[in-house]
């Protein structure tokens, strides 16, 4: 079950390298963008800082520090990792703080962090535009507490070393930045002044999808089994394969509830998916013409499991980088992660030999980067359990894709609609439960192109109802319920004039949203209610070197923009309230408001 911490010996051999501070560059000869208005600090106005300032944490301990320069192509960082002594387990709350600074110039990556092959941060950086750009992301980790538990002895007096990893594939070759690391995690013990005492609790993010009082017993990694020695623990996803890349797993015959995580980012083709039409504009007929749907989805030994529509995260690089300095985009720090609760196919995986779970990407191009975790619950008074699938209705989602398009310009529209639900039953020490979900999706994208490809506009939404029951055999209502609904609406226009010496002057205007709203009952009684409203507006403009297509000019480095935002964030839970509103224009914040007033929350 924990395969990668019985290959540490073997990966601190043959990965010693990777160990070692890689050389920094010498500094490139470009020209480099005008440091005026720039502010070096990037945050994320999101959630309520995760270190609480109230409570400290009984430790902290830096777990692994690198500097990233020329990575491509490399293995992850490593550092050993013992649990700390001086605060063992049981902890209230871990968590991860990751600082990132960039000494120069450099575009925009993805990095990833993983304790034993198990993925718990998927991050963007910031695109530094000036030397000495920093910045840090907090994350509660609290989820992942098997991973550093399960690193310490039953009597808490000694540690077990594992491996933290850290990948961000940098280069030097065109750009002189170097990003330098820290990771460090934070533990809580004992209670938390100012905590909500709710079934949300355990974690600081307050949309906490699970209807469970604690987290997981065991996690198993759904990933590269040699990534500490190669290209990272990621699955490298080049089109839409079938079947999907996929891990062998051995789920523990006690295990009464299973949930998969999945951490999933795009690039090359798909890097602005969100945006690509039916037909190629002013793409040239590249890959980029097969319109904007994408599905997350499982597989439990080739059989679908469930799926999601992505949130379209978009990245620093990406559109019009000035709207993003200071204020990162909705998720871009911390990429949303998507569950699959397995529970209805564990009479499936109980006969203690190794399955197949697979990641997959429906429509996807070049390339996707997927892993994931599976969360286990196991049953302490059981060496076994018992368990069967009683409903599998798992049609595909019916897509319609209509495009009228008269040389350059036209329009596509893509509607996306299906429901799944998915029945089984487990019998344990807690009794005969019957674990449905219910999962209904409804999408749809729009794309129109005018002036020969100059004008792009983009408009989508995506709308998931997602229900997990768990019924007594015999009881009237239902022993847990929670329904989750997400929306996330995207508006975009991008106006593209040609410019002298080459280049190419870019307008755009971006509104974009994620709300959640979560209902949790017990016993039939309502317990928790949360609604989380994520929202941003940004326009500006920005010129870039010209490059073949809105992908490509992705990657381009600007020459010259501006760009203002607004982002307000809102969260309500009960009596609990937080909003943040934070405005920024020309690389500068105007304001930045938080409060925890109900009131104000209501007004704003």
């Given at each position: ?24 560059a ?131 007096t ?14 030097n ?8 690391a ?27 999808k ?8 065991f996690?198993?990694p ?24 996929a ?51 499982a ?71 997927l ?89 989508m ?26 929306e ?81 964030y ?35």
């Amino acid at each position: 079950m924990h395969r990668h911490l019985f290959l540490l010996p073997l990966l601190l051999i043959v990965c010693k390298a990777s160990f070692l501070p890689p050389p920094v560059a010498a500094a490139s000869s470009l020209r480099r963008i005008p440091a005026t208005n720039i502010t070096l600090e990037t945050f994320d106005p999101t959630l309520p800082p995760a270190l609480m300032s109230k409570t400290p944490p009984k430790c902290s301990l830096l777990v692994l520090h690198h500097v990233f320069a020329n990575t491509v192509g490399e293995p992850p960082a490593i550092a050993n990792f013992t649990s700390p002594l001086a605060c063992p387990a049981p902890w209230t709350r871990v968590v991860l703080e990751l600082s990132l600074s960039a000494s120069d110039v450099q575009k925009d990556r993805i990095a990833a962090v993983w304790v034993d092959g198990a993925e718990i941060l998927r991050t963007a950086t910031p695109l530094p535009m000036a030397a000495g750009a920093f910045w840090k992301v907090q994350k509660d980790v609290t989820r992942y507490t098997a991973l550093f538990r399960r690193l310490c002895s039953s009597g808490g007096t000694a540690g077990h070393a594992g491996a933290v990893s850290m990948m961000l594939e940098n280069s030097n070759a065109s750009l002189p930045g170097v990003y330098s690391a820290n990771v460090t995690l934070h533990f809580y013990r004992g209670p938390l002044a100012g905590a909500a005492p709710n079934r949300f609790a355990y974690m600081a993010h307050p949309m906490a999808k699970d209807i469970y009082r604690r987290p997981a017993d065991f996690i198993i990694p759904v990933s590269r089994e040699d990534g500490d020695c190669g290209s990272g623990f990621w699955f490298r996803l080049e089109n839409d394969t079938n079947p999907p890349p996929a891990a062998a797993v051995a789920v523990p015959r006690n295990t009464h509830r299973a949930v998969l995580e999945i951490f999933a980012s795009y690039h090359g083709a798909d890097e602005l998916w969100y945006a690509n039409p039916l037909r190629a504009a002013y793409d040239g007929g590249g890959a980029t013409a097969n319109g904007a749907f994408r599905q997350i989805y499982a597989t439990v030994d080739g059989r679908f499991a469930g799926g999601h529509i992505p949130f379209p995260v978009i990245y620093p690089g990406s559109i019009n980088p000035f709207f993003w300095s200071p204020v990162s985009a909705i998720g871009a720090f911390d990429l949303p992660t998507y569950d699959l609760d397995l529970t209805p196919f564990l009479s499936l995986l109980l006969d203690g030999q190794p399955h197949e779970i697979g990641l997959g990407v429906r429509d996807g191009q070049p390339y996707w980067l997927l892993a994931g975790n599976l969360h286990l619950w196991v049953d302490p008074w059981s060496d076994t359990v018992a368990a069967g699938v009683i409903d599998y209705r798992a049609p595909p989602l019916k897509v319609n894709r209509h495009a009228e398009w008269r040389n350059s310009d036209g329009g596509s529209e893509i509607n996306a609609e299906g429901t799944v639900r998915f029945s089984g039953w487990v019998s344990s020490s807690e009794g005969n439960l019957t674990t449905t979900v219910r999962q209904k999706v409804k999408f749809r994208s729009q794309v129109e192109v005018q002036n020969r490809g100059a004008v792009m506009q983009v408009e989508m939404t995506n709308k998931e109802r997602t229900t997990v029951g768990v019924l007594q055999r015999g009881a009237a209502t239902a022993a847990a319920r929670v329904q989750i609904l997400v929306e996330a609406p995207l508006q975009m226009k991008t106006e593209r004039v040609k410019a002298v010496g080459g280049a190419v002057f870019e307008r755009a205007r971006v509104s974009h949203q994620l709300q959640e709203v979560v209902n949790l009952n017990e016993n039939g009684q309502a317990v928790a209610v949360g609604v989380l409203t994520d929202r941003q507006e940004a326009e500006g403009s920005v010129l870039r070197k010209e490059g073949e297509g809105a992908a490509a000019a992705a990657a381009v480095l600007p020459v010259w923009g501006s760009g203002s935002t607004r982002a307000t964030y809102k969260y309500r839970d009960g009596s609990s309230c937080y909003m943040r509103a934070v405005s920024a224009a020309e690389g500068v914040v105007k304001s930045d408001m938080t409060s925890a007033s109900c009131a104000t929350a209501a007004a704003e």
